[in-house]
């Protein structure tokens, strides 16, 4: 069983940047991040393969966060930069094993990772 931490949610104002950390106990081929915004549906935000040569954004966040991986420390990372009141909610990081597809981001789902952290709270005012 994969052990998933997360860790650097807070609050800031539209503009500023936080950075999100994620560690990682266990083996683990593709990861993602997700958020959930009160009242809606969890949704994917990011994603990256074992060797972080692979990534993929949902349209929202391009070029503004950026999901990397630190093999060697066992975590993930998402750096999320001029953010938006709409980036607030509580974002989570998934794992899983298999490798057997790629996980785009806008199109993955809950039953595509195996592993959960509890999440971390982003919260962007304006």
């Known amino acids: 069983q994969v052990h998933l931490v997360e860790s650097g949610g807070g609050s800031v104002q539209a503009g500023g940047s936080l950075r999100l950390s994620c560690i990682v106990s266990?083996?683990?081929?593709?990861m993602g991040w997700f958020r959930q915004a009160p009242g809606k549906e969890r949704e994917g935000v990011a994603s990256?393969?074992?060797?972080?040569?692979?990534?993929d954004y949902v349209d929202s966040v391009k070029g503004r966060f950026t999901i990397s991986r630190d093999n060697y420390k066992n975590t993930l990372y998402l750096q999320m930069n001029n953010l938006r009141p709409e980036d607030t909610g509580v974002y989570y990081c998934?794992?899983?094993?298999?490798?057997?597809?790629?996980?785009?981001?806008?199109?993955?789902?809950?039953?595509?990772?195996?592993?959960w952290g509890q999440g971390t709270q982003v919260i962007v005012s304006t």
């Open positions: 998934a794992g899983e094993p298999y490798g057997r597809a790629f996980r785009y981001a806008a199109s993955m789902g809950p039953t595509d990772f195996d592993s």
């Open positions: 266990g083996y683990t081929y593709f």
């Open positions: 990256i393969s074992r060797g972080g040569d692979w990534t």
